[in-house]
């Protein structure tokens, strides 16, 4: 089984409500990543997590705020969002340490910052 | 630093035909990892296939192969037999390598959206 799941499917908040996406796998993967995706382009790394720890920040704004409560949980806590922020959200995770190791991908979180 | 290069922002096949999309990257490294990922209109990033660096053989998985060249840096994505439900986007994406050994960073092309039509 190569499932991520990702809730909620569809998310609008205001620019001062604080919400939060939540990504889970149960593959054993001990490396877990946020993605966010724009239109029609490719997705950016924001955060990745090994072994439930911090291991890239990619210069994301403050306003985003990763969790790895443990190793099949990874939450991304939203405050004052700005409407550029809306994009489809993708968590994926994958096994450590070698090329061929697989990014196994959720199907997204649609946000909308009105 | 490294780079996925799709040149190919859409591209038009008959169902039942063979289609291939073109990937090259840019890498200083020995060590390294090629994928590709459809993603349909509904979002989710579905992994097809993989090619690392040292394979001699194009890597295979059912209606799906990869064309590799090393030498050219190119990886491209050969799709037999189109069907309908291949219409999607498809992103080639490289892992990054460092000191011999796999970060845990994916590097994205830009994408190239395939329409299958009847």
């Known amino acids: 089984d190569t499932e991520v799941t990702q809730t909620p499917k569809h998310l609008v908040m205001g620019m001062t409500n604080k919400k939060s996406l939540k990504c889970e796998q149960h593959?054993?993967?001990?490396?877990m990543y946020w993605y966010k995706q724009k239109a029609k382009k490719p997705p950016e790394l924001m955060f990745v997590?090994?072994?439930?720890?911090?291991?890239i920040n990619e210069s994301v704004p403050s306003r985003f705020s990763p969790e790895c409560p443990n190793s099949s949980l990874l939450n991304l806590h939203l405050h004052a969002l700005q409407p550029e922020d809306s994009a489809l959200y993708l968590c994926?995770?994958?096994?450590?340490?070698?090329?061929?190791?697989?990014?196994?991908f959720g199907p997204g979180t649609r946000l909308l910052v009105l | 630093a490294q780079k996925i290069t799709q040149t190919q922002p859409g591209m038009f096949v008959q169902e039942k035909e063979a289609v291939t999309l073109d990937c090259t990257y840019d890498t200083s490294d020995q060590s390294y990892g090629l994928f590709w990922y459809k993603q349909p209109s509904s979002g989710e990033m579905i992994f097809l296939i993989y090619?690392?660096?040292?394979?001699?053989q194009n890597a295979t998985e059912g209606r799906y192969s990869l064309n590799f060249q090393k030498a050219r840096k190119s990886a491209n994505l050969v799709i037999s037999a189109s069907q309908l439900g291949d219409s999607a986007m498809y992103f080639c994406a490289m892992r990054e390598g460092r000191y011999g050994g796999a970060t845990n960073k994916l590097i994205f092309g830009t994408g190239t959206l395939l329409a299958v039509q009847p």
């Open positions: 997590y090994s072994y439930e720890k911090l291991s």
């Open positions: 994926a995770s994958s096994l450590l340490g070698l090329f061929q190791e697989t990014q196994y």
């Open positions: 090619q690392g660096s040292y394979d001699e």
């Open positions: 593959m054993g993967h001990r490396a």
